[in-house]
Each structure stands twice: as C-alpha cells, then as structure tokens.
C-alpha cells in the first residue's frame, strides 16, 4: 500500500475510536443516587442530591464519602494504596472500588432498569 492509503486507513481508524470514546463519555448522564456495597452486599443507598459525609465501616477497614453539588468522592481511607481517594469526584459510572476495604461504588438513575423478571 502506499503511504497516502495507509494515512487515510489509520485516520478513519482514529475517527471512528474518537467518536465511540465521545459516545462513552458525553452521553453518560450523572446519577440520582450512589449503592455502596460492602464485601458485595448493600450496606447503603446514597442520594446524591443531599450533601453530606458518610462514614462506610468494612472488616477490613473504612472509607469517607462526602456528596456535594450532585458528586461522589471518597475524601480519606484506611487502604494503603488510596486509589478510591484519588478517583475524584463522580456521578456516574464507572464505579469507585476500594479493594483492600471490599469496598465499591456503584451510580445509578432513578429510571434505570436494573432487571427484568418473568
């Protein structure tokens, strides 16, 4: 192939990996509230319209949520890693895992179906 091909290839390759990223990323929508589970069961619901702290206590340890303007963050942790405390704020998925805390973070939407029973 010549040069010129192989541009035109590699750019409608980058264009179309562009737009799915725009997709993933620009039609996330933030979420109403925020399901905390603690070494995979529900410990809590959080409405993300309400600002405040929560203090969420595993086995392994704890971790410090605050909610404000509509977003999650975890401000401080008992992990040593502290990888939940550097994701920042979030109202929408992907989920903020704490995993030395079996801690994670999932956003959803009032409206979102979670399943479908027969």
């Known amino acids: 192939?010549?040069?010129?091909?192989?541009v035109l290839l590699l750019g409608a390759v980058f264009?179309?990996?562009?737009?799915?990223?725009?997709l993933q990323y620009l039609g996330v929508?933030?979420?109403d509230?925020?399901?905390?589970?603690?070494?995979?069961?529900?410990a809590q619901t959080?409405?993300?319209?309400?600002?405040?702290?929560?203090?969420?206590?595993?086995?392994e340890g704890w971790n410090l949520l605050?909610?404000?303007?509509?977003?999650l963050a975890v401000t401080a942790a008992s992990c040593p890693?502290?990888?939940?405390?550097r994701c920042g704020e979030r109202s929408a998925n992907p989920p903020i895992v704490c995993l030395p805390n079996r801690v994670s973070i999932r956003f959803t939407d009032a409206g979102e179906?979670?399943?479908?029973?027969?």
């Not at 264009?15 to 725009?22: C, S, V």
């Not at 959080?46 to 086995?59: C, K, N």
């Not at 605050?66 to 977003?71: D, E, I, L, T």
């Not at 179906?113 to 027969?118: E, L, Q, Y």
């Open 1 to 6: 192939m010549k040069t010129k091909s192989w």
């Open 15 to 22: 264009l179309i990996l562009a737009g799915i990223t725009a």
């Open 29 to 31: 929508k933030p979420g």
């Open 33 to 42: 509230s925020a399901l905390v589970y603690v070494d995979g069961a529900l």
């Open 46 to 59: 959080i409405d993300l319209s309400r600002d405040g702290e929560y203090r969420i206590e595993s086995a």
């Open 66 to 71: 605050r909610v404000r303007n509509g977003s």
């Open 81 to 85: 890693d502290g990888d939940c405390v």
């Open 113 to 118: 179906i979670d399943g479908v029973a027969r």
